[in-house]
């Protein structure tokens, strides 16, 4: 079993900062990319960045600048350091690992409970 938990995340007021983590335990073999996604009320969710486990990193364009990823594989911990958040910033943010399950010969996504994040204008 693999379970993905998150922390961080809150209220916070427009042109402030926010940082999330997410903890991947369980049987990993191995972890490929761990990533950020979130979703707005009446909203599909959408991709915020991903990192691989060689450290290549990919963002929204709505989010560059202001939010950076970054991964402590020893750990198989995700971090989103939230920078100059904007009110269209909120939403639900979820981690997600793609990752291969010990005895697998596959990788598969995997995703946390998610985390509120409210910026406030």
């Known amino acids: 079993q693999v379970q993905l938990v998150e922390s961080g995340g809150g209220l916070v007021q427009a042109g402030g900062s926010l940082s999330l983590s997410c903890a991947a335990s369980?049987?990993?073999?191995?972890?490929?990319?761990m990533g950020w996604y979130r979703q707005a009320p009446g909203k599909q969710r959408e991709l915020v960045a991903t990192i691989t486990s060689a450290g290549s990193t990919n963002y929204a364009d709505s989010v560059k600048g202001r939010f950076t990823i970054s991964r402590d594989n020893a750990k198989n911990t995700v971090y989103l350091q939230m920078n100059s958040l904007k009110p269209e910033d909120t939403a639900v943010y979820y981690c997600n690992a793609y990752l291969v399950r010990t005895g697998s010969w596959y990788a598969s996504d995997y995703w946390g409970q998610g985390t509120q994040v409210t910026v406030s204008s």
């Open positions: 369980g049987s990993i073999f191995s972890i490929n990319a």
